[in-house]
């Protein structure tokens, strides 16, 4: 059986709280040898730690999600730090940029200025948790919804200390090869199985092998035929065989691509205990 890594699952959330032993033993049973639980906030990762102090495949990254900015504190990266020195910790993030939901598109509407505030607090906390990053040596999870562009010019200053894998990536071939240039990866989710994510499939047929990972976003995005269901890990099996189908490669082929740049991205799981 071919190996693969589940790179990017939320496993603290409550959607797994009555059965995560059970998910985690299907993830194994079907060739998924590695997870990371990627946190949101300070305290989901914490939680994210917990689980890899639990479960030996389980790896954390620790961050601040971008949607999540009005309730973050002032300057994240003291607390950061501290969650980041953790030994089964191998990456910062999730962070990023999304401007899809600005608070003027919401019910109760914002204004344009509330806008500006917010996408300001966004790049705050982005910057300092690439700084973060820096300081101690590991890689981003970067989150970006209709934000590419302010995304990649926050990056700049950072490549050749930091590098990002563009999780859940939807963008064309043109922007898949900004990213890449930039030293970056991105990364692919059950999106791809989507009938309607063409887009998906040709930036995945144009992604050289070692530039790109595999990831469910667990418990979203589950691909068909579970599509609309809860996501698991164990579910980067069906990914694993539509990517193969789209390279025209083996499933061990794209076994050792993947968890390949995963080991190099995310250098601490070879040396985590």
Known sequence: MAVFYDTHAHLDYPDYAQDLQ????????????????????????RRAIELAEQFPGVYAAVGWHPTNVEEAPDDLRPALRLLANHPKVVAIGETGLDYYRLPSTQQEKGTPEDDERYKKKQAAIFQQQLE??????????????SSLEDTLKQMEPFIGRVKGVFHCFVDNPAAMQR????GSLVSFTGIATFKNAQTVRDTIAATPLGKFMLETDSPYLAPVPYRGKRCEPGYVKEISELVASVKECSLEELSRATCATAAGFFHKISTAS
Not at 23 to 44: H, M, N, P, Q
Not at 132 to 145: D, F, K, P, Q, S
């Open 179 to 182: 990213v890449l240039q930039m």
């Open 132 to 145: 973060v990053a820096a300081e101690c040596g590991l890689n981003c999870i970067i989150h970006t919804r």
């Open 22 to 45: 059970q998910v985690i033993a299907r993830s194994e049973a079907a060739g998924i040898t590695k997870i990371i639980s990627i946190g949101t906030d300070l305290e989901s990762s």
